[in-house]
């Protein structure tokens, strides 16, 4: 059930998962890696398919990209974006947080969404089509890794509301899947992506911690982003 719960929360997967109780995403948390993974599978055969109909690397980097977003209702994209627009807020905290809750896209935000798909399609376009596929999957899988690891570290910014009621993660769950994310890695090959990786994730608990007293929805989805991008720009310069 819990595996059901991760699939149907952080993709359009109808998985039949039934969300329930203050705590029925920490015990989905586990597996949040895994969906990376199940993610990341499909936006790498959205690249050999590209590959072998001809298109050029840069056209199935950039379709496997937008299959990723559709995939994933864009969530990831959308915790960037109001986290930048947060950040771009010059105030109390309680004007930060209000910042981040508003639908609309700021410019901080739209500036943020732009800089991450440009460096995810410039990266995957450096590289061959297996490089390619295998970057993609490495990069999604610690991507969710990073979400598990941020949201154990950090207390809730919202005393209240928000996801920190329903995503309380024990440290031994967020070990489990810095381990799954590990050797997934190491197993594709892009152990390099390893060293970027933990350097952006700590960037981005200093950030929110600093800026927001600890995580939200949207800080974590950020988190995941952000690492995904570090993750695939480190492996294009390695396999490039």
Do not use: Y
Not at 31 to 41: D, E, H, S
């Amino acid at each position: 059930m819990s595996a059901r719960v991760a699939i149907s929360f952080l993709t359009v997967i109808p998985a039949g998962g039934s969300a329930s109780g203050e705590t029925w995403l920490s015990r989905a948390a586990v597996w949040f890696p895994f969906v990376g993974a199940l993610v990341g599978a499909g936006a790498a055969g959205v690249v050999l398919l590209a590959d072998v109909a001809g298109l050029s690397s840069a056209v199935g980097g950039a379709l496997a990209i937008v299959f990723a977003i559709v995939v994933t209702r864009g969530l990831h994209e959308d915790g960037l974006a109001d986290t930048a627009d947060g950040l771009g807020v010059h105030g109390t905290l309680e004007r930060r947080l209000a910042a981040m809750k508003d639908s609309a896209v700021g410019a901080h935000g739209a500036l943020a969404m732009a800089c991450a798909l440009l460096l995810a399609a410039l990266s995957l376009a450096t590289l061959d089509a297996e490089h390619a596929a295998r970057a993609l999957v490495a990069a999604h899988v610690l991507s969710r890794a990073a979400m598990v690891v941020a949201a154990a570290a950090l207390p809730n910014a919202r005393a209240s509301e928000g996801l920190g009621r329903s995503l309380d993660v024990a440290p031994l769950v967020a070990l489990a899947a810095v381990v799954v994310a590990a050797a997934a890695t190491v197993a594709l090959g892009g152990a390099v992506a390893l060293a970027a990786a933990p350097v952006a994730l700590l960037a981005a608990l200093a950030i929110q911690h600093r800026a927001f007293g600890g995580r939200t929805g949207d800080t974590l989805g950020a988190t995941g982003k952000l690492v995904e991008i570090s993750a695939l720009v480190a492996l294009s310069g390695a396999w490039s």
